[in-house]
């Protein structure tokens, strides 16, 4: 399992409902990620923004990060896991988004 910078547990299918509703209108997200806090979702897109905040078990950061995504890209890692709950971890801020099941991970690189 990856080391990173702090990790992230949550309900995969509560993120991927809050990713399937910007996506209608959005092409990228923006993670908002703090210690002991939900993550918050903003969507960046040429129709409009929205946010969500998705329950999560955020710690060992050692500052607030923001990292973007591309919708598509983290839907498709999402839906090729199975388990209900999962652990992100990034490695750094540029580095990559290592999304963990029981055996199985998804690897994603961030957008700038």
């Known amino acids: 399992m990856p080391v990173g910078t702090g990790s992230i547990t949550l ?9 399937n509703l910007m996506n209608t209108f959005a092409d990228y997200v923006q993670f908002y990620i703090e210690n002991n806090k939900p ?5 960046i897109g ?3 923004e929205s946010s969500a905040n998705v329950n999560a ?28 709950v999962i652990t992100c ?3 750094g801020k540029l580095s990559g988004f290592h999304i963990i099941g029981d055996n199985y991970y998804e690897y994603l690189s961030a957008v700038s």
């Open 11 to 19: 309900n995969r299918c509560e993120l991927i409902t809050a990713l």
């Open 39 to 43: 993550l918050l979702i903003n969507s």
């Open 57 to 84: 078990n955020i710690k060992d950061f050692i500052s607030t990060t923001t990292v973007n995504y591309e919708i598509k890209s983290l839907l498709n890692a999402l839906n090729s896991l199975n388990d209900e």
């Open 89 to 91: 971890y990034l490695k």
């Open 46 to 48: 040429v129709y409009g």
